[in-house]
């Protein structure tokens, strides 16, 4: 990872200050800057979901509230996967009805961008397929860089469950596809489809079930997911790109070089970022390695630490609100109180430069990756249209088979085989107050495919035949595996309620990954110390049911903190 070591080190204690914030709270900090624009109009405490107030003045209350409701909208992991099947839903409709020419028309509509006599034309399906796809991508490599910075994948024998997991969880669904193609060539070269979880789909499923299953299920599926999308990231880069082109391929790494020298002399603006990272999309794509890949090298160059000296934030940012209220005057107009502005403006800018880049950029792209990106995907790649074809012809076909039992049969006997194999070899162990049906809910899960899984039926055949064969088999398999992994896993969590069993409060619904994680390196650290303090006094330690971490601040949480605020 290019992020130097004080930079690591400086990106835990920014996640650790960070830990328990929601993303309301976020938005609440990002407006402290504001405290004091107006001294006309009577005060209002806007109160948001942790019971936290806000000094808006009542003319823009309403307005407030409704902004912290639109940003738990758009941070939900159930709604997400929501939007996504409503355009799968949508796209389904449209093929299989006479507006289908009309509608394959418009996005295949050629968009020309040049200057003079230099210019190049890129369809919409192809904009959205490898222009908006590498944001998805970028994502998902943020999130990879997070798990090994912070979460999971930092903890190699904690780590060896789920990515042990995931390897089943894409050879065994191989095996299955190439038990059904190996005498057809010309289909083959799709194995790598049924490999692939989709994990906004698999969570989202998984956030149904709430408190009903415990905390390590979803850590478990979360981490097994990421570790699933660094090995289709290997695959499409490797298997599915063209014959690349050399030249390119080393400009590409001249640009990557660049990003990486920004890393290391600590540059932790976004733009540099932002502008090197069009330009190494722009070689990838011209290389012929998929273009998607950039969005993945790009996230791992972003610095994931602070600029800010966190050691030392505390006390100067407490020295500035006492200069703040120094400056203060309850009777001047705002407009006049140039110190107190200045002072404000200053601590609001230093707060904000408090959090990592990486976790900034992630939350910037969460809410239009899940709720425009994936959805205009799922819109334009779902449109199955069966017209004339029969169905017993699909499903007889080895691609649909192939593709069908790897995802239906082959990820969850690959996910739950080498998971029971890791456990048994005393490798790694369950995490806690998990047991085996839990991690066999979730291996069902796990063969979700959907996104990925169409992404990669995109590549992998050249006969649009076989990837609307394909695109079926995703689709039902998918569709059908989902609905067994809820039901199995409400199965077991009524059987548990019915013994007096509860787990974990879970994180709340409009948690991203980041934050889920990041309350989950707090909730490990306790129960490391629960257990040593059990180990001294020579008991065993009880099974806690309920977490006393939670993404959001306690009352008690909130007193200490007027306390401190109050010294």
Not at 352 to 367: N, Q
Not at 508 to 534: F, G, P, T
């Amino acid at each position: 990872m290019a992020t130097d070591k004080a930079s690591a080190q400086n990106s835990d204690a920014a996640e650790k200050q960070q830990t328990g914030a929601s993303v309301r709270e976020n938005a609440d900090t990002s407006l402290a800057g504001e405290e004091g624009a107006h001294t006309a109009g009577a005060a209002c405490a806007v109160e948001n979901s942790q019971g936290n107030k806000t000094p808006f003045i009542s003319e823009v209350s309403g307005h407030h509230r409704r902004y912290l409701k639109l940003l738990e909208f758009t941070h939900s992991t159930t709604k997400a996967a929501g939007f996504m099947l409503l355009g799968a839903i949508l796209s389904l409709i449209v093929a299989n009805s006479p507006a289908y020419g009309s509608f394959l028309e418009f996005w295949h509509t050629e968009i020309t961008l040049g200057f003079g006599s230099a210019n190049t034309s890129m369809s919409l399906a192809h904009i959205i397929n490898d222009i908006f796809m590498c944001l998805f991508f970028l994502l998902v490599g943020l999130e990879i860089k997070y798990e090994m910075t912070v979460g999971e994948l930092t903890n190699i024998r904690q780590a060896i469950l789920p990515v042990g997991a995931a390897i089943g969880g894409v050879a065994v669904p191989i095996i299955f596809y190439v038990a059904f193609n190996q005498g057809s060539p010309e289909t083959l070269g799709g194995w790598g489809v049924p490999t692939a979880t989709d994990i906004a789909f698999a969570l989202g499923i998984l956030a149904l079930l709430g408190s009903r299953v415990p905390a390590g299920v979803r850590v478990f599926l979360s981490t097994l997911a990421v570790a699933d999308d660094i090995i289709a990231i290997v695959v499409i880069a490797v298997f599915y790109g063209h014959a690349p082109s050399v030249l390119w391929l080393l400009a590409a790494l001249v640009v990557l070089g660049a990003l990486t020298a920004l890393n290391r002399l600590h540059f932790y603006s976004l733009w540099p970022y932002v502008l090197l990272g069009v330009v190494l999309w722009y070689c990838v794509f011209m290389s012929g390695v998929h273009a998607t890949i950039a969005g993945v090298l790009l996230a791992f160059t972003i610095p994931s630490g602070s600029r800010v000296d966190l050691l030392s934030f505390g006390r100067w940012s407490n020295k500035q609100l006492k200069e703040i209220r120094a400056n203060f005057q309850p009777d001047a107009p705002v407009l006049g109180q140039s110190d107190y502005l200045k002072e404000v403006s200053h601590l609001a800018r230093v707060a904000k430069e408090v959090v990592p880049p990486a976790t900034r950029l992630e939350r910037m792209l969460y809410p239009w990756v899940y709720f425009a990106v994936l959805p205009l995907f799922a819109l334009t790649n779902a449109d199955v249209a069966l017209g004339g074809t029969s169905f017993g012809a699909i499903v007889a076909d080895p691609v649909f088979l192939g593709v069908f039992a790897g995802l239906i049969l082959g990820k969850p006997i690959g996910i739950f085989l080498f998971s029971f194999l890791i456990v048994k070899l005393k490798i790694s162990s369950l995490p806690n107050n998990v047991i085996w049906a839990h991690i066999f809910g979730a291996a069902l899960l796990g063969g979700v495919g959907f996104t990925m899984a169409i992404f990669v039926a995109n590549l992998a055949y050249a006969d649009p035949g076989q990837i609307l064969v394909a695109k079926v088999a995703i689709l039902s398999a998918s569709l059908l595996v989902g609905i067994i992994g809820f039901l199995f896993l409400l199965f077991q969590a009524n059987i548990a309620m019915r013994k007096g069993v509860t787990y974990e409060e879970p994180i709340l619904d409009n948690a991203n990954l980041q934050a889920h994680a990041a309350h989950e390196v707090k909730r490990r650290k306790h129960d490391k110390h629960e257990e040593a303090s059990a180990g001294e006094s020579g008991q065993k330690a009880s099974v806690r049911t309920v977490s006393p971490h939670r993404a959001v601040p306690t009352d008690e949480d909130r007193q200490a903190a007027s306390s401190r605020k109050d010294a």
